[in-house]
């Protein structure tokens, strides 16, 4: 088997305090460029601190965490790492943007405003990002208009415009239906493996699970790799049922065919 080379996040021995309580003890974990991460878990578990922690939100207790070989949050990441988050798609309803300017947000620095030629760059950027999630015919567009998954691929086109090599998505596929949850899924797919995006993803989703490269699974404080994409479906799958959740069959168990 081919080494994947040298990681660029690495996670050891990690142990992480929120509100006097030990969330997370003893992570251990390894992200390499190009891969497709599923994060998955019980509400609760540690999934969005530990990716706190990677981002430098959180210090933690004990262990060591390295992004591209520096502190999260350092020179050595800053502008590698976009944060896609379920919150940056539910915007204030009397907001009224467009998609392009949504898209735009985030994407200027202060060397954009002093020179002529970055303010092309960025344009062009904004773009590509746009064309990558297949928003052209809509870019005009208020964002309150567009429907679940379409705003999705709007705040990932965002994440992309900044050239971000990592995308943390969090809950991505909340409120979407299942038609836009394969076609979005088929996006992740196709930045993953034609742009070189690595894609590290918070969900519950079993499809969306088993359309990830790699699974692991927050429980108990760790994480778990679940390398067969075996565990951590029969865990959200008990979990699902036991919310009542409308998608909790076999049939979101199987991952979308005719991938893009």
Same mark, same amino acid.
């Given at each position: 088997?081919?080494?994947?080379? !040298?990681?660029?996040?690495?996670? !050891?021995?990690?142990?992480?305090?929120?509100?006097?309580?030990?969330? #997370?003890?003893?992570?251990?974990?390894?992200?390499?460029?190009?891969?497709?991460?599923?994060?998955?878990?019980?509400?609760?578990?540690?999934?969005?601190?530990?990716?706190?922690?990677?981002?430098?939100?959180?210090? *933690?207790?004990?262990?060591?965490?390295?992004?591209?070989?520096? !502190?999260?949050?350092? &020179?050595?990441?800053?502008?590698? &790492?976009?944060?896609?988050? $379920?919150?940056?798609?539910?915007?204030?309803?009397? #907001?009224?943007?467009?998609?392009?300017?949504?898209?735009?947000?985030?994407?200027?620095?202060? &060397?954009?405003?002093?020179? *002529?030629?970055?303010?092309? $760059?960025?344009?062009?950027?904004?773009?590509?990002? &746009?064309?990558?999630?297949?928003?052209?015919?809509?870019?005009?567009?208020?964002?309150?208009?567009?429907?679940? @998954? $379409?705003?999705?691929?709007?705040?990932?086109?965002? @994440?992309?415009?900044?050239?971000?090599?990592?995308?943390?998505?969090?809950? *991505? #596929?909340?409120?979407?239906?299942?038609?836009?949850?394969?076609?979005?899924?088929?996006?992740?797919?196709?930045?993953?493996?034609?742009?070189? !995006?690595? #894609?590290?993803?918070?969900?519950?989703?079993?499809?969306?699970?088993?359309?990830?490269?790699?699974?692991?699974?927050?429980?108990?404080?760790?994480?778990?790799?679940?390398?067969?994409?075996?565990?951590?479906?029969?865990?959200?799958?008990?979990?699902?049922?036991?919310?009542?959740?409308?998608?909790?069959?076999?049939?979101?168990?199987?991952? *979308?065919?005719?991938?893009?």
């Amino acid at each position: 088997m081919m080494s994947k080379g !040298k990681p660029i996040i690495s996670v !050891k021995d990690l142990k992480v305090q929120r509100g006097g309580a030990v969330v #997370l003890d003893g992570v251990d974990l390894e992200i390499h460029a190009g891969d497709f991460v599923g994060l998955s878990g019980p509400n609760g578990s540690g999934k969005s601190t530990l990716l706190m922690t990677i981002i430098g939100e959180l210090e *933690p207790m004990a262990g060591s965490v390295t992004v591209f070989g520096g !502190k999260p949050g350092g &020179i050595a990441s800053r502008g590698r &790492i976009a944060w896609v988050s $379920q919150a940056a798609a539910q915007l204030p309803s009397n #907001l009224k943007i467009s998609v392009r300017e949504l898209v735009s947000l985030g994407t200027m620095s202060w &060397i954009d405003i002093v020179l *002529p030629f970055r303010r092309s $760059q960025r344009h062009k950027r904004v773009e590509k990002a &746009i064309r990558l999630v297949g928003l052209e015919d809509v870019a005009e567009r208020d964002v309150q208009r567009l429907s679940g @998954g $379409q705003r999705q691929r709007a705040v990932v086109a965002r @994440g992309l415009a900044t050239e971000a090599e990592v995308l943390i998505l969090d809950e *991505p #596929l909340a409120g979407v239906d299942r038609a836009s949850r394969d076609d979005f899924l088929k996006l992740l797919d196709r930045l993953c493996r034609e742009e070189g !995006k690595t #894609l590290v993803m918070v969900t519950h989703d079993q499809a969306a699970i088993h359309q990830c490269t790699q699974c692991a699974i927050c429980i108990d404080g760790n994480v778990r790799f679940d390398e067969n994409h075996t565990f951590a479906p029969a865990v959200l799958q008990v979990e699902a049922l036991s919310l009542g959740d409308e998608f909790a069959s076999s049939e979101r168990v199987q991952a *979308p065919s005719g991938e893009a």
